[in-house]
C-alpha cells in the first residue's frame, strides 16, 4: 500500500495557521512525523491565491526538502502552478492532480511525459463528477488515450475513481469499488488511489466510515491513498488489510511495523 501523507496541507486549518504565519518548526515537524510513520510520498498544498501559490510552494518544499528524503506529491488545483513548481523538488514525485476537465492533462503530460513523475488522475470531466461507472469509466478511457499520446505508462499514473458523499447516494462506495475493479482489470500496473474525508462528509463519527472505506477499497483494488499516516488506528487497519489480502507475505510487514511501534497499542511512556 502507497501512502500519501496528507499533513502538508493548508486547506487543513492548523497547516493553514502555519502557512499564514510561517512557522517553519510546525511544517518540519510535520514532515518528519510523517516520514517517522512510513508515508511513502508528502503531499505538498499550499491552499492559497494562485498570485502567491508558487512562491509559498518553494518555501514550503523548501523546509520539507530540508528535513525529509521522501518524495514530494505536489497538489495544485492548477496545472500552471504545478509546472512552475515541477523543478523545485529535488527528486520525481507525483504530480496531484489531472483530469479530463479543460486543459490539464495537456498542460502538464507533455512537461512529465519523459521523466520518471507519476501523476494523480481524477475520473471526472467539464460537466463535474460523472454519476454512473459507465461514464467515469468514458472519462478513464480518455485519460488512458492521452496518457499513450505522451508516452506515459499506466504503471506511473494514480487513478481517482472518486468518491462523493455516502449521506447523499448510498451507491458512493459500490461505484468506485466497480470502477476500480474494471480499471484493475483493465490494467493489472496501474495504481488505484483516493482521498478519504469526502465519503464522510457530514456524518457523526466520520473516521469510522473512512477507516471501512479504506478497507473495502482495498479489497476493490486500491492500492494507493492520500491519508495521515501518524493515525496508528488507520494505519493499523492498512497494515492489517494487506496482509489478509495476500500483499504480505507471511505477515512480515505487519509485524515488523508493530515492532516498531508505528501499529498496535500506544507505546508506554517512561
Known sequence: MILIGEKLNGSIPAMGRAIANRDEAYIRRIAQRQEAAGADYLDVCASVTEDIEVETLKWILDLVQEVSDVPICLDSPSPETIVKALPLCKKPGIVNSVSMEGNKIDIIF?????????????????????????????????????????????????????????????????????????????????????????????????????????????????????????????????????????????????????????????????
Not at 449521506?167 to 466497480?178: G, I, K, Q, R
Not at 470502477?179 to 469510522?208: M, V, W
Not at 491519508?227 to 512480515?252: K, S
Open 110 to 270: 507533455p512537461v512529465i511525459a519523459d521523466t520518471k513523475w507519476g501523476c494523480v488522475a481524477l475520473l471526472c470531466d467539464d460537466k463535474g463528477i460523472p454519476n454512473s461507472v459507465e461514464r467515469r469509466m468514458e472519462a478513464f478511457h480518455g485519460i488512458m488515450a492521452k496518457a499513450k499520446e505522451y508516452g506515459i505508462a499506466p504503471s506511473r499514473l494514480y487513478i481517482d475513481p472518486l468518491v462523493v458523499t455516502l449521506s447523499t447516494d448510498e451507491t458512493a462506495f459500490s461505484m468506485f469499488a466497480e470502477c476500480a475493479r474494471q480499471i484493475r482489470a483493465e490494467y493489472p500496473d496501474i495504481h488505484l488511489t483516493s482521498g478519504l474525508s469526502n465519503i464522510s462528509f457530514g456524518l457523526p463519527a466520520r473516521k469510522l466510515i473512512n477507516q471501512a472505506f479504506m478497507v473495502l477499497a482495498m479489497a476493490a483494488g486500491m492500492d494507493s491513498a492520500i491519508v495521515d499516516p501518524t493515525n496508528r488506528d488507520m494505519l493499523g487497519l492498512v497494515y492489517a488489510a494487506n496482509a489478509l489480502l495476500e500483499q504480505d507475505e507471511m505477515c512480515l510487514d505487519f509485524i515488523q511495523a508493530f515492532r516498531e511501534g508505528l501499529i498496535g497499542p500506544e507505546p508506554k511512556k517512561a
